[in-house]
């Protein structure tokens, strides 16, 4: 996890300017910085802050290498196929730091091989001073986050965060559009004498649901066409294992629910045969009896991890919201709630431990169809679509949230549900098999790991809850809390003239008026290019708030013994 930033065509006195939105994502990346403006980009900055995970002492960029003077690399990422890649085409790396092998690839496959020969995760933006060519691409599922700033006379910028970009909205005045860059394409840009630039091509090279191995890279896998269960356990198995690449101490996130304990579980499991030099840790969060907290205790003991159990109060909440808001960069209402612990908890991980590398669960409920509301899909194909639609927009909520909220505290985030051939694999199975079962969301993946013996069963079969009763007490839910701190600061009237003030996705709530208010404060006027619409379940009647818990079939028990 870095942060990397970039501007190009912005005539004039720039470089204060350019200096300080730059330094507003310093926090991705704490152990260096680097900021350049080369003549031979006229009225271009490039820009890096860097967190040291692989090869300390020769990982810095913009990476240039003696083989490929005139070629730039800015890059925020891991490419888990380096050493595989390196071997095949008989690459001669200057460094040990994996995303070397981008400029290898660029040089010898050309724009169009680089970003489908990638297996990991990544934004990056090459420059090719030679052939005064700029490419951008990111990761299929953007795990890791860009944004693309640009106006219709030929001025470019990039950035791991909006925040770094939007001061040059203000300072400099156009009809600039400022967005996500899309996950799964690359472009190519020329770049003028003037420093201007031109956009040559926008390609999709992945969509979720492609067929595996419509990437290059991905290798014949030693699969049994009649055993989908192992099949499973061997593809999230590997996951799990490419991503142990790190120089740096590597903890999980765990709350006990089924995907967090699957994957700290695999972890705790592939760690043992490396001999880590260190335990591993976990770290759960929640408001005192928790269901989370006491879900999370029963797997670290099963599986022997160094346990932290993080309690935050109601006091805690209403301190660090705002803060929340600012960092995630939306005003998107679930994504918010369930940003709040995986904040504190990341705080929590920064201050007291010297873990810099966390595995969670995400992804698994956009694949395995893990939402309570899959249960009324009117049929497979119904469910199939929506998975599929799930994982396209995963980057703006869930995928935003476990980002935002760690790399607010220079923590990079792992999260092998989103790998690549795992997900390939799962998608191509029958869309039938992948819904609920007798009442049960993600049948299919517990089932699985049924005979494993990787966790306790009551964990394997426990029940999906709602984020805001996972984490809290039985007495008071975080939901409640919320509404209690909201209160206090909006009022009917202001709701009453919310459609007139916010005309896209208009609050309905206080809660809802109140998060778009932080949020217009710090990113003024892009909220329908950030937050395109709110996220929402689907085939429910008569239910305006996302939360799980307002759906008349969700209770939050256990499911016991796969029954």
């Not at 350019?18 to 003549?39: L, M, V, W």
């Not at 420093?195 to 990437?215: A, C, E, I, M, W």
Request: net charge negative.
């Amino acid at each position: 996890m870095c942060g990397i930033w970039a501007l190009f065509g912005l005539e004039g006195d720039t470089l204060a300017c350019a200096c300080e939105n730059f330094s507003k994502i310093t926090h991705r990346g704490p152990d260096a910085f680097n900021i350049e403006y080369d003549q031979r980009i006229k009225n271009g900055y490039i820009g890096f802050h860097r967190l040291s995970i692989v090869d300390g002492l020769s990982g810095m960029q913009p990476m240039r290498l003696c083989s490929y003077p005139e070629i730039f690399l800015l890059c925020n990422g891991e490419i888990y196929n380096y050493k595989q890649l390196g071997e095949e085409k008989d690459y001669k790396y200057d460094t040990k730091c994996d995303v070397e092998a981008i400029i290898h690839l660029y040089a010898n496959a050309g724009a169009e091989n680089v970003a489908r020969s990638l297996d990991g995760v990544f934004a990056f933006c090459l420059m090719d001073l030679k052939k005064k060519r700029i490419l951008i691409a990111r990761d299929p599922y953007g795990v890791r986050p860009l944004f693309i700033l640009k106006d219709g006379k030929g001025r470019l910028g990039i950035c791991s965060e909006t925040k770094g970009l939007i001061g040059i909205t203000e300072k400099f005045p156009s009809d600039w559009e400022l967005k996500p860059f899309t996950p799964g394409f690359y472009q190519e840009y020329e770049l003028t004498e003037e420093g201007k630039v031109n956009l040559l091509r926008s390609v999709q090279y992945h969509k979720p649901g492609d067929k595996p191995g419509f990437t290059t890279f991905i290798p014949s896998v030693d699969l049994d066409s009649k055993d989908v269960s192992g099949n499973i356990r061997k593809l999230l198995t590997g996951a799990v294992k490419k991503r142990l690449m790190s120089e740096r101490r590597i903890g999980c996130f765990l709350s006990g629910g089924l995907d967090s304990s699957l994957i700290a579980a695999l972890f705790a499991a592939e760690a043992k045969k490396l001999n880590l030099p260190y335990k591993l840790q976990s770290f759960a969060i929640g408001m005192g009896d928790s269901p989370d907290i006491r879900a999370a205790k029963q797997v670290a003991e099963f599986i022997g991890t160094e346990h932290h159990e993080i309690i935050f109060t109601e006091e805690d909440v209403e301190q660090v919201l705002d803060q929340v808001i600012y960092q995630i960069e939306t005003f998107d209402i679930t994504t918010i709630r369930a940003s709040i612990g995986m904040y504190i908890l990341s705080k929590y991980v920064k201050t007291n431990t010297d873990t810099t590398v966390v595995f969670s669960g995400e992804g698994a409920d956009e694949l395995a169809q893990g939402y309570i509301y899959f249960k009324k899909a009117p049929n497979a194909e119904a469910a199939h679509e929506e998975s599929l639609r799930l994982l396209k927009d995963i980057y703006l909520y869930d995928g935003l949230r476990a980002d935002r909220t760690t790399s607010a505290y220079s923590l990079e985030l792992r999260v092998p549900f989103l790998d690549l051939q795992f997900t390939n694999y799962f998608l191509s199975l029958d869309p039938s098999t992948r819904q609920p079962q007798n009442g049960i969301e993600k049948h299919l993946l517990r089932s699985a790991f049924m005979d494993s013996d990787l966790l306790p069963k009551n964990i394997l079969w426990r029940h999906k809850e709602a984020f805001s009763d996972g984490v809290t007490s039985a007495k008071k839910s975080l939901f409640e809390i919320i509404q209690d701190i909201v209160d206090k600061h909006v009022n009917e009237s202001e709701l009453q003239e919310a459609k007139n003030v916010y005309p896209h996705c208009t609050p309905s709530t206080k809660e809802a008026f109140y998060y778009r208010k932080v949020f217009e404060k710090h990113f003024p006027n892009r909220g329908k290019s950030l937050t395109p619409y709110f996220w929402m379940p689907k085939w429910i009647d008569g239910i305006s708030d996302p939360s799980a818990r307002f759906i008349s079939y969700y209770a939050a028990e256990d499911v016991k013994n796969g029954i």
